[in-house]
């Protein structure tokens, strides 16, 4: 008789990047961060890393706080309650797509991508250190 042991079930979950684009005009842009979404867990949550040398080599003048605000602001919209402002009573796939919806600011969503996991958590952060730092 063989020992079968069951995976732990996946579930879909969507995720895209966060860019920053300091000169919107010239279009050159790097990856700052990662928004993940898992419907069936009812999970959102962004992971950023503001890489200021990538920055500062795109714009010398850029605003580096002014970045690292509007990347914190994201992860609040993510973690509900006071920090999600406005956003606050949505739910997290309301919160997902407001987040991703196409911007013109420093702060751009990239385009969304699928994928499997047991793990949201875990993923996000897998995500983040292999597409971001």
Known sequence: MTDKTEAPARDVYEYALLRVVP????GEQFNAGV??????????AARVHLDEAKLRALDPEADAAG?????GAVEG???????AGQA????A?????????PRSTVV???PVHTG???????????LVALLVR
Do not use: H, M, N
Request: with cysteine.
């Open 116 to 126: 499997l996991t047991a793990d949201p958590e875990a993923e996000v952060e897998r």
């Open 77 to 83: 919209v993510c973690a509900g309650g006071d920090a």
């Open 35 to 44: 928004v993940l979404y898992c419907r069936a867990k009812s999970y959102v």
């Open 93 to 101: 796939g309301r919160r997902f797509r407001w987040l991703i919806a």
């Open 108 to 110: 751009q969503p990239g």
């Open 88 to 91: 606050a009573p949505d739910d």
């Open 23 to 26: 000169r919107v005009e010239r």
């Open 67 to 71: 970045v690292r605000a509007a990347l």
